[in-house]
């Protein structure tokens, strides 16, 4: 895929005034780029007695790649390029460094190295500046939009890809269609699949989904949704919701624990009321947890498993929260979609996001733990808040349709599920966006 990216152009303009190509400038694409990193990194690796070293502060650390940010790479222009890669320590910190390229394709060279975020939180952000240049500013500085927040209203295109591997036997797929809802409305633009395929519903929490069968002919097939989005910024609501009290129920990764009994008792005892409560419960996710996507058994949204090894993603930190809250008498629940970067108006999307609802007085508290952590300065902002720039897929765990996975319910659902003769089977995703920048608001 190329991509066309004018992210942090200008941003090192001395450097780039110094470039003295020579030659056809040649045509780059985003293979090219991540090559280029992998490469550096494999060959700093190798020099480092199987750890990529890099200086951090007083430190010297020792660091292992995770992954490289594929939405985010970037051509700056003629031979300057941009990455973005996880790098993690021996125990476990995860480091989202920011490295600048120079060169051709296959002979790229790194340029400037500079560590972004520590275990999801950032040392500084990127502004866009009028003449679309970026700069770096501090955290403290940053206004909501660049620490990702559009209060109000906002309006975009949301592209789901998903390419098929290779398949020997017929498979089936199970992915979210976005429903309207008081908060976003959703409008189908276009389904393009292969296989047959057909609309489900899913009746305990309201979700859609789109059903595929598929054969070994459809292997390496794209498919690719589009949807045109109008979004608003969430506060507490009330709903027709009659019993909220099913939000109290256990589910297979969110269990009644006793563990989470004791745990959230000890948090909120002495304090009066469930919101209360339920603040204490956030502030103690926040205290307990580290954001990592580091490791094995992350990103399930097990609650066991974030409460004993105390770090994870999104679906971890509020997997945890909805336990600690039921186990204390306060209806809670799960929804899936992805954020919105708020500081550029298009491109990809670093993957899916999830956040939660505590019920409360007659009235439903949205809250974004992760995100809270990420950035004190807006812990009290998703204590109430989801900002206008996400989109909802789906919500709701342990999902029920017919004909469902051999697996069994769904656990969540914003990735496809997919099963080739009934075996589930990794499929490779993208999310990207273009903001209709005269509705934002």
């Given at each position: 895929?190329?991509v066309?990216?004018?992210?942090?152009?200008?941003c090192?303009?001395?450097?780039?005034?110094?470039?003295?190509?020579s030659?056809?400038v040649?045509?780059?694409?985003?293979?090219?780029?991540?090559?280029?990193?992998?490469?550096?990194?494999?060959?700093?690796?190798?020099?480092?007695?199987?750890?990529?070293?890099?200086?951090?502060?007083?430190t010297k650390l020792?660091?292992?790649?995770?992954?490289?940010?594929?939405?985010?790479?970037?051509?700056?222009?003629?031979?300057?390029?941009?990455?973005?890669?996880?790098?993690?320590?021996?125990?476990?910190?995860?480091?989202?460094v920011?490295?600048?390229?120079?060169?051709d394709?296959?002979a790229?060279?790194?340029t400037?190295?500079?560590?972004?975020?520590?275990?999801?939180?950032?040392?500084?952000?990127?502004?866009?500046?009028?003449?679309?240049t970026?700069?770096?500013?501090?955290?403290?500085?940053?206004?909501?939009?660049?620490?990702?927040?559009?209060s109000?209203?906002?309006?975009f295109?949301?592209?789901?890809?998903?390419?098929?591997?290779?398949?020997?036997e017929?498979?089936?797929?199970?992915?979210?269609i976005?429903t309207?809802?008081?908060?976003?409305?959703?409008?189908?633009?276009?389904?393009?699949?292969?296989?047959e395929?057909?609309?489900?519903?899913?009746?305990?929490?309201?979700?859609?989904?789109?059903?595929?069968?598929?054969?070994?002919?459809?292997?390496?097939?794209?498919?690719?949704?589009?949807?045109?989005?109008?979004?608003?910024?969430?506060?507490?609501?009330?709903e027709?919701?009659?019993?909220?009290?099913?939000y109290?129920?256990?589910?297979?990764?969110?269990?009644?624990?006793?563990?989470?009994?004791?745990?959230?008792?000890?948090?909120?005892?002495?304090?009066?009321?469930d919101?209360?409560r339920?603040?204490?419960?956030y502030?103690?996710?926040?205290?307990r947890?580290?954001?990592?996507?580091?490791?094995?058994?992350?990103?399930?949204?097990?609650?066991?498993y974030?409460?004993?090894?105390?770090?994870g993603n999104?679906?971890d930190?509020h997997?945890y929260?909805?336990?600690?809250?039921?186990?204390?008498?306060?209806?809670?629940?799960?929804?899936?979609?992805?954020?919105?970067?708020?500081?550029?108006n298009?491109?990809?999307?670093?993957?899916?996001h999830?956040?939660?609802?505590?019920?409360?007085?007659?009235?439903?508290?949205?809250?974004d733990?992760?995100?809270?952590?990420?950035?004190?300065?807006?812990?009290?902002?998703?204590f109430?808040?989801?900002?206008?720039?996400?989109?909802?897929?789906?919500?709701?765990r342990?999902?029920?349709?017919?004909?469902?996975?051999?697996?069994?319910?769904?656990?969540?659902?914003?990735?496809p599920?997919?099963?080739?003769?009934?075996?589930p089977t990794?499929?490779?995703?993208?999310?990207?966006?273009?903001?209709?920048t005269?509705?934002?608001?």
């Open positions: 895929m190329v066309v990216c004018t992210l942090l152009v200008g090192d303009t001395s450097r780039q005034d110094k470039q003295d190509p030659g056809p040649p045509n780059v694409v985003t293979k090219d780029i991540q090559d280029g990193i992998e490469k550096h990194i494999d060959e700093q690796t190798s020099l480092g007695q199987g750890y990529f070293r890099l200086s951090f502060g007083q020792r660091l292992k790649l995770v992954r490289v940010h594929t939405e985010y790479l970037a051509n700056l222009g003629p031979r300057r390029y941009f990455a973005c890669v996880d790098l993690a320590s021996r125990d476990g910190d995860v480091y989202d920011d490295f600048f390229l120079a060169g394709p296959g790229m060279t790194v400037e190295t500079t560590v972004h975020k520590t275990n999801g939180q950032p040392l500084y952000l990127w502004e866009q500046k009028r003449d679309n970026w700069r770096r500013v501090p955290v403290k500085n940053a206004a909501p939009e660049l620490l990702g927040v559009i109000g209203r906002d309006q295109e949301f592209i789901y890809r998903a390419k098929l591997p290779e398949m020997t017929t498979a089936r797929m199970w992915i979210p976005p309207t809802d008081s908060f976003q409305t959703v409008e189908i633009k276009s389904i393009k699949v292969p296989g395929s057909k609309i489900l519903q899913e009746n305990e929490h309201g979700n859609k989904v789109l059903f595929l069968t598929l054969g070994p002919q459809d292997s390496g097939k794209t498919i690719e949704l589009r949807f045109d989005v109008q979004r608003v910024e969430k506060a507490v609501y009330q027709q919701e009659s019993a909220p009290d099913k109290l129920a256990p589910e297979r990764l969110v269990p009644a624990d006793e563990k989470f009994r004791s745990i959230a008792e000890q948090v909120v005892l002495d304090k009066k009321g919101l209360v339920a603040r204490a419960l502030d103690h996710v926040i205290d947890m580290r954001y990592m996507k580091f490791g094995s058994g992350w990103g399930k949204g097990d609650a066991v974030a409460c004993d090894i105390r770090t999104c679906t930190f997997s929260f909805i336990a600690l809250c039921r186990a204390v008498g306060i209806p809670a629940r799960f929804a899936i979609g992805a954020a919105i970067p708020s500081e550029r298009s491109g990809g999307i670093d993957g899916y999830c956040w939660a609802e505590f019920y409360t007085d007659g009235r439903w508290w949205p809250v733990i992760s995100e809270g952590d990420k950035c004190s300065s807006l812990s009290t902002y998703f109430g808040h989801h900002p206008a720039n996400r989109i909802e897929l789906s919500r709701g342990d999902l029920v349709v017919e004909p469902g996975p051999a697996s069994g319910p769904i656990n969540f659902l914003a990735y599920v997919l099963e080739v003769g009934k075996k990794n499929v490779k995703v993208e999310f990207s966006f273009n903001r209709n005269s509705r934002k608001l």
